[in-house]
């Protein structure tokens, strides 16, 4: 995805993402999703380290709503999509998708808050103004 509020990774379900039925476990969508996060910030030229030293912050997930539409399975390729659906000062709501790589219906869909939290303090803080511009905020 080309704009920088759009990103997606590609994941092969493996044995261990799965339960005893062979289906993925829930967990591991919120573990797929963290890794499209993360993997998002380093494509904007961010790193979590960076900002804990650099700006004092760091990202935490304060909200999570997600939905499993149906199951993925064992040896599955997928494809994790973020979409930035609303930018704060101090956080961002994003639209997370699991689905089939290359297409199809969403296995999985999350609406992710992140905040930002000053590391020192605990206390909300503001997004670097770099990342802000970055993703086009006014």
Known sequence: MDDARR???????????????????????LRWM??????????????HVELAESAGVQFVVSEIAIRYRRPARLDDLLDVDLEVAE???????????????GGGEAIA???????????RTGRPAGLPRRLLDTLGAP
């Open 34 to 47: 963290e890794r499209a996060r993360t993997d998002w910030l380093r494509t904007l030229g961010e790193r």
């Open 87 to 101: 930018l704060r000062r101090a956080s961002m709501r994003l639209v997370q998708r699991t689905r089939p790589a």
């Open 7 to 29: 990103f997606s990774i590609r994941v092969r379900v493996y044995y261990e993402d799965t339960d005893a039925g062979g289906i993925v476990y829930h967990a591991t969508y």
């Open 109 to 119: 869909d999350a609406d992710v808050r992140v905040a930002v939290m000053d590391r």
